[in-house]
């Protein structure tokens, strides 16, 4: 059988010292100019900032948004067998989930990548497809890093819980196959202190370090369970270098070294 993801996981931030995901939202928009004569623009991009990266990357998280049209997907394939051949576990944020049969195509999205985002709005029937991949991992849409995740995920319910509460209990109780992680924003610490206390022994992925200014301490401190976690960061790496035209990439491997630097002094106090 496989190696579950978050034994990889757990074996890759071993490997690099490293808690950092570094998400490849390659905008088309703000790829190099030089890489537009390519055949696949934001795959000679992503290759290249793997070159830079991978010795302080746990992970990649390509966001599908970036990748849904027909030379997006090929550039994304490509991406992910690069990442796999540098033996970097690929974390596909797509944010699926839809009832039945449309939930069950996909969640064949797992058979290409290590693990994946899911939307839990629709209920336990609209992950089961993903949920039952022991191998794989499941992260959970729970506390969002975005200013309105707070319309929904913040509402109080009759119970007393907030709607953000109840997804990380029912996430506890659907980690069966000790798959399940959530996903928890850097921005909103309190919520993040919070859930950690609530789940002790999930797996956060923590978005919001970067451009969007999150908490890195909180980020370590509550996001990691039993030393296992990510914590992301997509432009504020793979733009780094933008202004260096055909250097671009050491700039990306500047920031993701130096992030890696930052989230471990608070690793390294605990």
Request: proline fraction near 4%; charged fraction near 30%.
């Amino acid at each position: 059988m496989a190696q579950a993801f978050f034994e990889r996981l757990a074996d890759r931030i071993q490997q690099t010292d490293s808690v950092v995901s570094v998400g490849l939202d390659s905008d088309l928009s703000r790829i190099p100019d030089h890489l537009h004569e390519k055949d696949l623009p934001r795959w000679a991009f992503n290759r290249r900032i793997i070159d830079a990266t991978h010795e302080h990357a746990a992970c990649y998280k390509p966001n599908a948004a970036f990748y849904e049209d027909a030379d997006g997907w090929r550039a994304l394939r490509e991406t992910i067998a690069y990442a796999h051949g540098k033996d970097v576990p690929v974390l596909l944020d797509a944010k699926r989930a839809d009832i039945g049969n449309t939930t069950r195509q996909y969640a064949k999205l797992l058979d290409e990548v290590d693990a994946i985002t899911v939307n839990p709005y629709m209920g336990r029937d609209s992950l089961q497809p993903f949920l039952d991949r022991g191998d794989k991992g499941v992260f959970i849409l729970c506390r969002t890093s975005n200013p309105g995740g707070e319309d929904l995920q913040d509402l109080e319910l009759d119970s007393g819980e907030r709607v953000y509460e109840r997804v990380a209990a029912l996430a506890d109780l659907w980690n069966r196959n000790d798959n399940v992680g959530l996903v928890v924003g850097a921005t909103a610490p309190d919520e993040l202190e919070s859930i950690r206390e609530q789940v002790p022994d999930l797996p956060f992925l923590v978005p919001g370090i970067g451009a969007q200014g999150g908490d890195a301490e909180a980020a370590v401190e509550f996001g990691l369970a039993d030393g296992v976690g990510l914590v992301n960061s997509s432009r504020g790496i793979i733009f780094a270098g933008e202004d260096n035209g055909e250097e671009f990439a050491r700039g990306a491997g500047d920031a993701a070294r130096r992030l890696k630097k930052r989230l471990n002094q608070y690793r390294d106090s605990q």
